[in-house]
C-alpha cells in the first residue's frame, strides 16, 4: 500500500504544501495542478506512480491551498511559478526531474524545459499543449479578437471583480467548473460565453444536472472548504501576468523544449479548441507524442486516472 506524506517546504521566498510518495533518491516527478485546483487533484496519479518507483512531489502551487499567497501580481509570474519547481528539486537533493502539468500548470511544465533547461529530463503537459510565445502582447490579441464580447482571461486581470464573484459561493464556483466544463460537437463553453453584456464567468457557465461521476461529494466538499478559507485571489493573479509572462519570456536559456515531451488531451475539453496544436513543433524541438483520450473533458487526470496513468508510465518508461 503506497501512503503520501504531507510537508511544508521553504523555497523561493514562498512556503508550499508538498504530498509527497515514493523513495528518496529515485527519479523525481513533480506535478503542477492547474486553476483552480490543488496538489489533491493528482490523487488517483501520486500512488501509481510512487508504486512504479518514482519520487513523486506534488505541491499545492504559490497561491493556492496550504501554500503562501503572495499579495502582489507580480509574484506569479512564470519566472516565480518555474523557481517553484527548480527549489522543490533542491530540497530533495535532485538534479533533475519529470515535470508534468495540468492546465496552469501545463504552463508551469512547459516553460521549466526553457528556463531550467539543466534541471529537466521530460516533460508532460495535459489538457494545454506546448504553445510557443505569440508575436503579440496577449491582452492585446484577446481585446482585438473579442472586442466587446465577453472572454474570460480578460474578465479575469482586473483584481477585485472576479475575485469578489468566484468566492461568493465557492460551492457554487467548483460545481460549475467542474460539471460545466465540458464540449459537444454542436457547442464551446467559452465561445457560449463570448457575448457583450455586464455577467460575470460564473454566472455564465452553464449549470450542472449533477455532480459529475468522476469526483466523490466528500472530493468535492474538499475543494470547497479549501476554496472558501483561501479566496481565489492568488490563483487569478496567475493569469494577471501573461503579459508579464510574454514580457519574461522574449529570450530564454534554451530557446526550445528539447527533452522527451508528451500531451495529453481531452477530445471533449473547450481549452482544446481555444490552444491550437498545430504550432507545437515551434516550441518542442524533442521528441513530441500527443495522446487524446476520447470524450474525455478538461478535468482530464481526474475524470479518467486509469487512461490517463497508462500514459504516464508508457511515456516515462521510454523517455
Known sequence: ??????????????????????????????????????????????????????HVLAPDQRGYGGSSAPTDVEDYDVVKLTGDVAGLLDDVGAEKAVVVGHDWGSVVATNFPLLHPDRVSACVAISVPPIPRPATRPTEAWRSAFGDNFFYILYFQEPGPADAELSADPARTMRRLMGGMRSSDSTNVFLEMATPGPAGFVERLPEPDGRPDWIAEDEVDHYVAEFTRTGFTGPLNWYRNFDRNWELTETTPS?????????????????????????????????????????????????????????????????
Not at 506535478?31 to 483552480?36: D, E, K, M, S
Not at 478538461?298 to 490517463?308: I, K, S, Y
Open 1 to 54: 500500500m503506497i501512503t503520501s506524506t504531507q510537508r511544508l517546504v521553504e523555497t523561493n521566498g514562498v512556503t508550499l504544501r508538498v504530498t509527497e510518495a515514493g523513495d528518496r533518491g529515485a527519479p523525481v516527478v513533480v506535478l503542477a495542478h492547474g486553476f483552480p485546483e490543488l496538489a489533491f487533484s493528482w490523487r488517483h496519479q501520486i500512488p501509481a506512480l510512487a508504486a512504479a518507483g518514482y
Open 255 to 319: 530557446p526550445t523544449i528539447a527533452v522527451p515531451t508528451l500531451f495529453i488531451g481531452g477530445t471533449a475539453d473547450p481549452a482544446l479548441e481555444m490552444t491550437p496544436r498545430d504550432r507545437v513543433r515551434d516550441v518542442v524541438s524533442g521528441p513530441y507524442r500527443e495522446v487524446l483520450v476520447d470524450g474525455a473533458g478538461h478535468w482530464l487526470q481526474q475524470e479518467r486516472p486509469a487512461e490517463v496513468n497508462a500514459a504516464l508510465l508508457e511515456f516515462l518508461g521510454t523517455s
